[in-house]
């Protein structure tokens, strides 16, 4: 290496005052052309398909570089802090976490399987059972769910569970880590964090991870209009489950009807019945002044009476929402960040907060009434029959760290008394039976005498993400996944060998295909058995012709292949006898396929593929 000559030097290259003198050069390797151009923006398809080549920018190994910091940050952190870094199993039973695992098949157990860990969180509450107080490691967890920008179908934890800590000292410990974190690693002073309530959130913000960076917030407005003669916002404003909730977008006033209208339709998605706007030319003109979408159902007084709770100047515009409270809440939300978004009124840097006081129940449509979290966190200051009397109306010990709108953490403390453990399952509808099967290695543990403890979990690539300024968490993972949980460079998921599937087969449950057909002679069966016969599907043929059930199970091909025959005048075997009996142990598909009647031309053929093809 040696100075380059004044006149070659270039202040804009990092190594421009420097230059390589070579004597020697070896040629290690050849490269074909470069399927990604670094010198311009390539599609992400492209880049992830090529990702070992993408990896090279500079850019992704400043995000990488980072993240490596990170990680290194936060295992200084909690080993000086005396918490002991602990593996937990990858291949385990289902966690209650809400989304759909990832099922790993077992060859050596017949029909059983594995689940990948939604989270460590049965295995972090037994190890407080088993003495260490203060646990953490840096794990990877799965969840098969919809993706999204800041989503993936295996993601990296930074987990944490404590015995004999209280929530405050849980947040105080982790708050001083995630600070100092960002300290280090940004060079930013996130200060003292602020806590807010999950009631104060939604009310204030329409969400429970709300961005402080937006300077407007949401206003309730049930006051100004309810006793209005538009019972558009009458009706809500005096009903106890219903809120009328707006604000008032800086600058607003000037947009078109289009964009208004465009902002109507994002909300109608989002399960509004419709949106209202006030433009605010001039508040103090009145009627003059105002141009509203529902100006012919309000008063003047009315409209500027809205416009004033919502803080709204000469200039601004007020959208306004009305409906089931949590409902419109969320909409109203959802809109506030997306006009901050498209008119640019979210401010640099970080805003944090701690977000506390979750409701310990909620009821979806989905399916009806769940713990908000899991159903091991414990409840607020309430006895065991105060819970099953009243469940909501009650708060969960639950905390979440919330960073520019990210959930970028989350934890609670834990339930560690039996009889309020049984009061949950007892409000989720959960038998004791049912408990026992899916959660019973962790109860029989809690019954050996459990200390308190809580805990808490961050998303590292989340945390990283924000760290570096993106906004995309596949920029800081080295080999993401796309929105469709598929890897481009890999190709996975990928289809398995007939080998790989056979061998599998071997261990699965086995399957019980039932098949209403004409198949006319043993023969006919036969083809369509053989066809089936690798994947290991018992088939149940209706009207096979054969005559009656004991007549069809005297032949070879029954015991051979596990094949029964119920003739058309035994119907009522399959329908009364053996169908329920195959949905109650959930075995498989139902079939119907008609042939020999002319509805189905081909007979077994055609039967063999559409067996084949629901299967």
């Known amino acids: 290496v040696r100075a380059r000559p004044q006149s070659q030097a270039n202040a804009e290259m990092a190594t421009g005052d420097i230059e390589i003198y070579a004597k020697e050069l070896k040629i290690f390797n050849k490269s074909a052309a470069l399927p990604i151009d670094f010198n311009q923006d390539n599609t992400e398809e492209q880049r992830l398909r090529y990702r070992y080549l993408d990896l090279r920018r500079p850019y992704m190994v400043n995000q990488l570089l980072t993240r490596s910091k990170i990680t290194h940050f936060v295992r200084r952190f909690f080993d000086e802090h005396g918490f002991i870094d602990i593996e937990t199993p990858m291949l385990t039973k289902a966690t209650p976490e809400g989304a759909r695992d990832y099922l790993v098949p077992s060859r050596i157990h017949h029909g059983k399987f594995y689940a990948l860990p939604q989270s460590p969180q049965l295995f972090k509450q037994l190890l407080m059972i088993s003495g260490y107080d203060r646990y953490y490691q840096i794990t990877k967890c799965f969840r098969d769910e919809d993706l999204r920008a800041d989503r993936q179908p295996e993601f990296t934890q930074i987990d944490v569970e404590t015995s004999f800590m209280t929530s405050d000292e849980v947040r105080a410990v982790t708050e001083e880590m995630m600070v100092s974190l960002f300290k280090e690693v940004r060079g930013v002073d996130l200060g003292k964090l602020p806590v807010m309530k999950w009631e104060e959130a939604m009310d204030r913000f329409g969400s429970d991870k709300p961005d402080l960076r937006i300077s407007y917030e949401l206003h309730l407005l049930d006051e100004c209009v309810k006793n209005s003669e538009f019972s558009v916002l009458s009706a809500p404003a005096c009903d106890a489950k219903s809120r009328v909730i707006g604000f008032a977008l800086p600058g607003g006033a000037k947009l078109t009807r289009r964009e208004l209208d465009g902002y109507t339709d994002y909300v109608k998605k989002l399960g509004a019945s419709g949106l209202i706007w006030i433009k605010v030319n001039e508040l103090s003109k009145g009627a003059e002044g105002l141009k509203s979408s529902a100006g012919k159902h309000l008063s003047v007084a009315e409209l500027t009476a809205l416009c004033e709770k919502c803080g709204a100047h000469d200039g601004d515009l007020v959208f306004i929402g009305a409906g089931e409270r949590i409902k419109t809440a969320t909409f109203m939300g959802a809109l506030r960040i997306k006009t901050a978004k498209d008119h640019n009124l979210v401010a640099d840097g970080y805003k944090a907060l701690w977000i506390v006081d979750f409701p310990m129940f909620e009821i979806t449509?989905?399916?009806?009434?769940?713990?908000?979290?899991?159903?091991?966190?414990?409840?607020?200051?309430?006895?065991?029959?105060?819970?099953?009397?009243?469940?909501?109306?009650?708060?969960?010990?639950?905390?979440d760290l919330v960073i520019n709108g990210y959930e970028s953490g989350g934890g609670s403390a834990r339930i560690y008394d039996g009889e309020m453990q049984e009061a949950v399952f007892k409000v989720l509808g959960i038998s004791k039976e049912e408990a026992q099967e899916k959660f019973g290695f962790l109860l029989d543990a809690l019954s050996f005498g459990a200390p308190p403890h809580a805990g808490l979990a961050f998303g590292l690539d989340r945390v990283t993400m924000l760290i570096t300024g993106t906004d995309n968490i596949?920029?800081?993972?080295?080999?993401?996944?796309?929105?469709?949980?598929?890897?481009?460079?890999?190709?996975?998921?990928?289809?398995?060998?007939?080998?790989?599937l056979k061998e599998l087969a071997d261990s699965l449950p086995t399957k019980c295909m039932i098949i209403t057909c004409d198949l006319a002679s043993e023969d006919s069966c036969r083809t369509l058995a053989d066809k089936l016969k690798k994947y290991n599907i018992r088939i149940l043929i209706n009207n096979a012709g054969f005559g009656d059930v004991g007549a069809f199970c005297e032949t070879s091909l029954s015991k051979e292949l596990d094949m029964i025959d119920v003739n058309v005048k035994a119907t009522h075997i399959l329908t009364k006898e053996l169908l329920p009996g195959f949905i109650k142990r959930d075995c498989g598909y139902i079939l119907n396929v008609a042939s020999s009647a002319g509805l189905l031309p081909g007979g077994p053929y055609m039967a063999t593929y559409y067996a084949t093809k629901a299967y």
Do not use: C, W
């Open 365 to 399: 449509e989905e399916a009806g009434l769940t713990a908000m979290h899991h159903p091991f966190t414990a409840p607020k200051d309430v006895t065991p029959e105060q819970l099953v009397n009243d469940p909501m109306s009650v708060y969960a010990d639950a905390y």
């Open 474 to 500: 596949r920029d800081v993972i080295a080999f993401p996944k796309t929105t469709a949980a598929a890897d481009l460079m890999s190709g996975a998921p990928n289809f398995a060998s007939e080998e790989a």
